[in-house]
T-cell receptor, first 112, second 115 residues
Framework: AQSVTQPDIHITVSEGASLELRCNYSYGATPYLFWYVQSPGQGLQLLLK??????LVQGIKGFEAEFKRSQSSFNLRKPSVHWSDAAEYFCAVRAAGNKLTFGGGTRVLVKP | GAVVSQHPSRVICKSGTSVKIECRSL??????MFWYRQFPKQSLMLMATSNEGSKATYEQGVEKDKFLINHASLTLSTLTVTSAHPEDSSFYIC???????????FGPGTRLTVL
């Protein structure tokens, strides 16, 4: 069965600093991978997705992610964090039947 | 992207009552809708998958008689929490996919509090 691991439960970063969120997946076939962001009490917003092709994927809000098959990873990055980036971030892998399996999430805190 | 709405956004009910939550795809036909549950500071757990016009498929451990799902049209799915108890208090999120979209679009969620 597929699974997603986000090793970091919390990350604190200073505004303007770079951010990297880790995601490791386990899936037998070619994965379809997603990163979502969730603000408190809100639904999920898609940041970016990887289906195939270029392994470096650009998303909204200045985020990017790199798919590394050899490491079973799909880490999310942003060069310069803004205070509005404080939120919960979820990595997900899509399995058969279009079902998503989510990682445990990483809460990002932004220091002024 | 496509837009998915949920109603209500918040609901408080007494123990033993039933609560219905609606999920609508506003600008596309959703052949498949998903219902998730999220406890505080935790990830989303898939409860069930519903395809328009057929019975929902529930994930292991989810009581289908307690969480009734109806997907009668291509734009509407409902989740009814029957005989709600305080342990059912949670954040319920739906998502929808279909048509030209091969990804899920999420609703804003419904906060259920059972007293």
């Amino acid at each position: 069965a597929q699974s997603v691991t986000q090793p970091d439960i919390h990350i604190t970063v200073s505004e303007g600093a770079s951010l990297e969120l880790r995601c490791n997946y386990s899936y037998g076939a070619t994965p379809y991978l997603f990163w979502y962001v969730q603000s408190p009490g809100q639904g999920l917003q898609l940041l970016l997705k990887y289906f195939s092709g270029d392994t470096l994927v650009q998303g909204i809000k200045g985020f990017e992610a790199e798919f590394k098959r050899s490491q079973s990873s799909f880490n999310l990055r942003k060069p310069s964090v803004h205070w509005s980036d404080a939120a919960e971030y979820f990595c997900a892998v899509r399995a058969a039947g279009n079902k998503l399996t989510f990682g445990g999430g990483t809460r990002v805190l932004v220091k002024p | 992207g496509a837009v998915v709405s949920q109603h209500p956004s918040r609901v408080i009910c007494k123990s033993g009552t039933s609560v219905k939550i609606e999920c609508r795809s506003l600008d596309f036909q959703a052949t498949t809708m998903f219902w998730y549950r999220q406890f505080p500071k935790q990830s989303l757990m898939l409860m069930a998958t519903s395809n328009e016009g057929s019975k929902a498929t529930y994930e292991q451990g989810v009581e289908k008689d307690k969480f009734l799902i109806n997907h009668a049209s291509l734009t509407l799915s409902t989740l009814t929490v029957t005989s709600a108890h305080p342990e059912d208090s949670s954040f319920y999120i739906c998502s929808a996919s279909g048509g030209a979209y091969n990804e899920q679009f999420f609703g804003p969620g419904t906060r259920l509090t059972v007293l």
